[in-house]
């Protein structure tokens, strides 16, 4: 007797379900593109708050908490600018796929850093 080799069909797969997109209003595009170049300026501004601190008035006193104080600027600024454009891109995925926008965790990451600065620059104003 011949052995039959049983009746393979391919199994049928769901395609890859991938959500329709759709074009933004294009003001909601524009409001996530000043998001955005926010971001950019604020990155910016904190990078040169943090060579200020760090670097001027060198005779301010204080040398090592001011450093300290701008290379934590200097890395606060760097972070904002490396969170610039992924953040910009997961808002207009979501606005192109209906989704919801994602949360943004880092702006209040970012207002705690900049009271900690502050109260760090208070103390090189009291101690220099």
Do not use: C, I, K
């Not at 391919?10 to 890859?16: A, H, L, V, W």
């Not at 943004?104 to 101690?127: N, Q, S």
């Amino acid at each position: 007797m011949e052995e039959r080799e049983p009746d393979h069909q391919p199994e049928e797969r769901e395609p890859d379900h991938q959500p329709e997109e759709r074009e933004p209003d294009y003001r909601m595009s524009l409001a996530a593109e000043r998001t955005y170049l926010a971001y950019v300026r604020t990155g910016l501004a904190l990078l040169a708050a943090g060579m200020g601190v760090a670097a001027a008035l060198p005779d301010a006193g204080a040398e090592a908490l001011r450093r300290a104080l701008g290379l934590f600027l200097l890395a606060l600024g760097g972070t904002v600018l490396a969170a610039a454009r992924p953040r910009w891109n997961a808002v207009d995925r979501a606005m192109r796929q209906g989704d919801p926008l994602p949360r943004a965790p880092l702006a209040a990451y970012v207002g705690y850093a900049l009271v900690a600065a502050a109260v760090a620059g208070a103390v090189v104003v009291v101690v220099g």
